[in-house]
């Protein structure tokens, strides 16, 4: 049995963190279904007015899109966590020091 005081800590840390990523996921769906949404309407009002030939040349536009903000993000991402963890690899990190003085024998 785990006792009281390491159960009400615990509470007391994970509770707080627990209405907080709630409300932070509530936001998060909020968000996508609002992009849905937006995207859906868009392509409702567009499409019936196009022909085959540019419905593709819109597919190829938007997944050209797609890719670069993928790539944009995944850049934005890595550099979040080498903020809060730098790799072990610290040659991406080059940071020349240069020092003046002299050479005493």
Request: aromatic share 4%; net charge negative; proline share 5%.
């Amino acid at each position: 049995m785990i006792p009281k005081i390491f159960t009400n800590t615990l509470n007391s840390i994970l509770n707080p963190n627990v209405k907080e990523i709630r409300e932070a996921q509530e936001q998060a769906i909020e968000r996508i279904q609002t992009t849905l949404l937006h995207a859906e309407n868009e392509v409702a009002q567009k499409a019936p007015l196009m022909t085959e030939e540019q419905r593709l040349n819109e597919v190829e536009s938007e997944l050209k899109k797609t890719e670069e903000h993928l790539l944009s993000a995944l850049g934005s991402l890595f550099k979040a966590i080498c903020y809060v963890a730098p790799p072990l690899n610290l040659r991406h990190f080059r940071q020349e020091k240069i020092i003046e003085g002299e050479v005493v024998e």
